[in-house]
């Protein structure tokens, strides 16, 4: 290789880097100052290019003013931001996972809002810097790449001279170390924030106008952010490791691509993250305080205060009544319903599974699609490639969902916003493995003609056949996860979720414990993914990407953690919603993510601990309660 | 004969000494009073003794093992059992399971036996749950088993803890603080039921206080510690005239104004 492409890799690297660099401060001074991952970082990188985009459009501006302007917005909307949601979210004492939540959802609304304001279509930046090259030394230098990092590190600079001498730095960096202390001390914590928000989302704005020209404007670039979260790994979440791991980052990224596979060239960087993370974030000792609930969640038992006989009498007339309604349903109902409630069941047995995981065991995962996905192929490649009949295949997925599960168990170890940035890695490292393993998965074109589930003499064709095979699938996985919850198994997994340390002195081996419940909820997974494959003829890995993780995510959220019928309830309603919708078109999604933030700020324990909450309210209102 | 003996144990946090070479030795079927001023390591002592931090030297030997080959989930197996000092109840769970949580580890229905609920599956549950309705009835919480954790009263709660560490039937149970905050007929109470556990059932115990009265009441032996270090072992008695401990407590000027 040529001196001339070398240099032009490294100079490329460091550009991106400092790119990088400038996202990643944003999450370590994020973490550093408020305990918190904002999930919604890239999506400030996106509004920031889009900015940019705009005012070198429509105004003659130099391209220095509009990157400094650009940067200024985003932070100007980070703030606005952090004021309006996450504000009130912090207020209430919500615990990481709530706040992890809303700044998805709040990613989600960035995204369209950016979507209907600047259109779906990439967009080429109208860039007014670095065309063409500069020699240094005889040898071509791409002079973008040049402007990027010159940029990029005056920006860095400024922060560093804030930081360090200005009043307002000082203050940041004292509550950063112990915000208890700089309070008492004058240094009003919501004020550290709000300064955090504004600096973050500026520094994410100026990465995107910096990243811009490099690259099409697409709503697509917010995939940049998470990526970048290795970057402040690598530093160590200190400011100037992160400045520094920027760089070394975009240096590996392009190496890698370069020398190993430009395939997997993406996937790198979350590998960092998830070994360093693995190094350096795991505790030694078991923590003593709860790591995923949440909520007082409010049984309906407690506000009734009926006898437990009262309760089964109801509870079985419901079920039955219910049972009676979903055998007939589809005497009553077209193709197109019968359709969608298959679908409906499918996810509901994924994300079943995925309430286990986050619900009871207390683990941050978003990276569910990732063994839905598994789940798919293998089921999908055993019948094609090896004619396995369909129970068979079904049980090979979810045997290789469980393994699949087991082996990634570890990452469980990390702590709350750790262990949700590491399983979001995970499923993107999955997610190109099924793209750019073609030998195998077909990459992108997908598979096809997987044949329709043959039991015995029965092919199940139809719709209708189906929704008997996913009903009883169904019930199985449901009666097979309530015993589970309702035994030993459960009560460890609960006592671990609320005191790890307690419960490592009661005997319970907390590690393991998670280990078992990611891989039965792999397994749900699995399941479903299966069903998915063999009900739809056709599965490609966009169908299994974080944005599929996100949205079981929402289904368990939304139906309230902690409740298997929460996942079910979750589930019809964020499927239920985009199909009510239908007439909003991209204004759907807007809904769907400010559900997500409106249940953090008003509902943090869902759908299903609203009902005894609403019961409470009108048994006090009605004044008929006694004590 | 002793049970539990710890011997010139060091245990650093980065570079703070938090032990520094405690030895301990306590002898079965007695309350064993552990008492020292704030930051004197008795509760990292304990913590040690669960498995939570490891010494860098220094050896711990229960009932006659080694206890450094157990990890810290398999030591309640070997007949230790504890409660915390800042209260550490399963809050969002009831009473009832609370307790059932302690008895965890004698559980041996995988999951199979849990998913096709198999008889012997259902007998463990029946004979978990009547157990720890015992248990709970014993530190007089027997009426409130359906109630969840959270939304006992701090006493409540301390005597929850108690139950859960005493339904594992250990013959070591590490009491660290368990009368911090409670009232005086609370407290009354606990030294009943600690009294009760020493003479009728056996139970050594291990008890870290702050209330002296109660820890002078009931121990049989008592060992100061300070800065890391055993400064003191003796009979109550003898620790109340021991001037080394007067210091530790009080500082050096009262000590001579006391002589």
């Known amino acids: 290789m040529s001196m001339e492409i070398i240099l032009q890799q490294i100079t490329g690297g460091l550009a991106i880097g400092c790119v990088y660099a400038l996202i990643a401060l944003g999450f370590s001074m994020m973490l550093r100052a408020t305990d918190l991952l904002n999930f919604a970082q890239g999506e400030f990188l996106m509004m920031g290019a889009y900015f940019g985009y705009t005012l070198l459009t429509y105004t003659p501006l ?270 009553v109902l077209g193709g197109y319903e019968i359709h969608i409630l298959v679908l409906i069941m ?42 396995v009949p369909f129970p068979f295949s079904l049980m090979g997925a979810a045997v290789f969902t469980g393994l699949l599960g087991l082996v990634f168990a570890p990452i469980l170890r990390l702590p709350g916003h750790y262990c949700a940035i590491a399983t979001l890695g995970f499923g993107e490292i999955m997610n190109l493995v099924m793209s750019n393993w073609t030998s195998v998965t077909n990459g992108y074109s997908g598979l096809s003609k997987i044949p329709k589930p043959q039991l015995g003499p029965f092919i199940v064709k139809s719709d209708y056949g189906f929704y008997y095979l996913a009903l009883i699938v169904l019930l199985l996985v449901y009666g097979g996860l309530n015993r589970l919850i309702n035994s030993r198994f459960g009560r460890a997994l609960v006592a671990a979720k609320e005191n790890e340390m307690a419960s490592t002195a009661m005997g319970i081996n907390v590690t393991w414990f998670r280990s078992q419940t990611l891989a039965i909820g792999a397994v749900c997974g699995g399941i479903g993914g299966s069903l998915y494959a063999h009900f739809n003829g056709f599965i ?66 869902g759908l299903t601990d609203s009902v005894p909450r609403v019961v409470a309210f009108i048994m006090k209102t009605r004044g008929g309660v006694k004590k | 004969m002793s049970i539990l003996s710890v011997e010139g144990v060091h245990v650093y946090f980065g570079g703070l000494k938090a032990l520094a070479g405690v030895n301990l030795s306590v002898e079965e079927g007695h309350i064993h009073g552990l008492i020292g001023p704030n930051g004197s390591g008795k509760t990292t002592l304990c913590n040690t003794i669960s498995g939570f931090y490891r010494p860098i030297s220094g050896k711990i030997t229960f009932c006659g093992n080694d206890l450094s080959s157990f990890r810290p989930h398999e030591r309640i197996r070997q007949g230790l059992s504890r409660t915390f000092q800042d209260l550490q109840v399963f809050g969002e769970m009831t009473a009832l399971e609370n307790v059932m949580v302690g008895q965890h580890y004698k559980g041996r229905g995988g999951l199979i036996s849990m998913l096709l609920r198999t008889s012997y599956f259902q007998h463990e ?132 104004a006391a002589n």
């Open chain 2, 125 to 256: 549950e029946k004979e978990t749950r009547e157990k720890a309705l015992r248990f709970l009835a014993n530190v007089g919480l027997g009426e409130f088993e359906r109630r969840r954790a959270n939304r006992l009263s701090f006493g409540q709660q301390r005597l929850l803890e108690l139950a859960r560490a005493l339904v594992s039937e250990p013959s070591l149970l590490i009491l660290d603080e368990p009368a911090a905050g409670l009232s005086l007929t609370m407290v009354e109470h606990l030294t009943k039921i600690l009294k009760d556990l020493r003479d009728r059932q056996g139970v050594t115990i291990v008890l870290i206080e702050h209330v002296i009265r109660l820890v002078m009441g009931i121990s049989d032996r008592i060992t100061v510690l300070d800065h890391g270090e055993r400064i003191s072992e003796g009979t109550p008695d003898e620790i109340r005239r021991n001037a080394q401990v007067i210091t530790a407590y009080l500082g050096k000027t009262v000590n001579h």
């Open chain 1, 346 to 387: 499918i996810y509901m047995i994924e994300a079943l599974g995925l309430q286990l995981v986050i619900g009871y065991g207390g683990s941050i995962v978003i990276g569910h699609a990732a063994f839905v996905g598994v789940g798919a192929y293998a089921s999908a490649l055993l019948s094609l490639k090896m004619g």
């Open chain 1, 540 to 605: 490609s890995p966009d169908g299994f990407s974080i944005v599929e993780s996100i949205g079981f995510l929402t289904m368990v959220v939304v139906g309230g953690l902690g409740s298997l019928p929460g996942a079910m309830i979750g589930t019809v309603v964020v499927f239920g919603i985009p199909e009510a919708l239908r007439g909003l078109a991209e204004y759907r999604m807007l809904v769907y993510g400010a559900l997500l933030v409106l249940f953090m700020m008003r509902l943090p324990g």
């Open chain 1, 62 to 331: 130099p391209y220095i003013a509009v990157f400094i302007l650009a940067s200024l917005l985003t932070g100007l909307l980070g703030v606005l931001v952090e004021r309006l949601t996450l504000r009130p979210i912090r207020e209430q004492q919500s615990p990481v996972l709530n706040l992890i939540i809303a700044t998805v959802g709040i990613g989600i609304c960035l995204r369209i809002i950016a979507q209907v304001v600047w259109g779906a279509e990439p967009i080429r930046y109208p860039t007014r810097i670095g065309e063409g090259a500069v020699l240094v030394a005889g040898l071509p230098i791409s002079s973008m790449h040049i402007w990027i990092i010159l940029l990029a590190v005056a920006s860095m600079f400024a922060l560093h001279l804030f930081l360090q001498r200005t009043l307002s730095g000082m203050a940041w960096r004292a509550a950063a170390y112990d915000h208890a202390t700089a309070e008492i001390l004058g240094i009003g914590f919501s004020k550290i924030v709000a300064l955090t928000f504004g600096i973050s989302g500026a520094l994410a704005g100026a990465a995107g106008v910096l990243l811009a020209p490099l690259f099409f404007v697409s709503q697509d670039i917010w995939l940049i952010g998470p990526r970048a979260f290795a970057a402040a790994a690598l530093g160590q979440f200190s400011i100037l490791g992160t400045m520094i791991g920027g760089p070394v980052l975009g240096l590996i990224e392009t190496m890698a691509a370069g020398y190993i596979s430009s395939a997997y060239k993406n996937g790198i960087a979350y590998a960092i993250t998830i070994i360093i993370l693995m190094v350096i974030a795991v505790p030694k000792v078991p923590s003593s305080g709860s790591v995923g609930q949440l909520y007082a969640r409010i049984p309906l038992m407690e506000v009734l205060a009926w006898p437990a006989e009262r309760m089964k009498h109801w509870r079985h007339i419901l079920l039955f009544i219910g049972g009676l309604i979903t055998l007939f349903l589809p005497a």
